[in-house]
Nanobody, 123 residues
């Protein structure tokens, strides 16, 4: 069993940058493909980014490609999401997620979820 906790959400102006962190406890993250998802008010949860066990492969939703970067530090049991050039439409609760299986078609099928952290981008 692994527990995931997100940090770093907050209120930002459009065009700004923010880094989210996801810290794991219970088990080492090096056995998991990891990802970030988000859910805006009134919308379904959507895929944002994923990263393979070793960090050698990463995938992004078209809406965040070239603006967001997912990375991981397995020695620290932490996954990050660097978000640049933020837009009001990036406003959502961001969730960290882990999958014991390899990335499939660019995304993960989470076994574990964090509790989420709010990101609000003002125009």
């Amino acid at each position: 069993q692994v527990q995931l906790v997100e940090f770093g959400g907050g209120l930002m102006q459009a065009g700004g940058s923010l880094t989210l962190s996801c810290a794991a406890s219970g088990r080492t993250l090096s056995s998991y493909a990891m990802g970030w998802f988000r859910q805006a008010p009134g919308k379904e949860r959507e895929f944002v980014a994923s990263i393979s066990w070793t960090g050698g492969r990463s995938y992004y939703a078209d809406s965040v490609k070239a603006r967001f970067t997912i990375s991981r530090a397995n020695a620290k049991n932490t996954v990050y999401l660097q978000m640049n050039s933020l837009k009001p439409e990036d406003t959502a609760v961001y969730y960290c997620a882990g999958d014991t299986r390899p990335i499939l078609d660019g995304t993960i099928r989470p076994n574990y979820w964090g509790q989420g952290t709010q990101v609000t981008v003002s125009s």
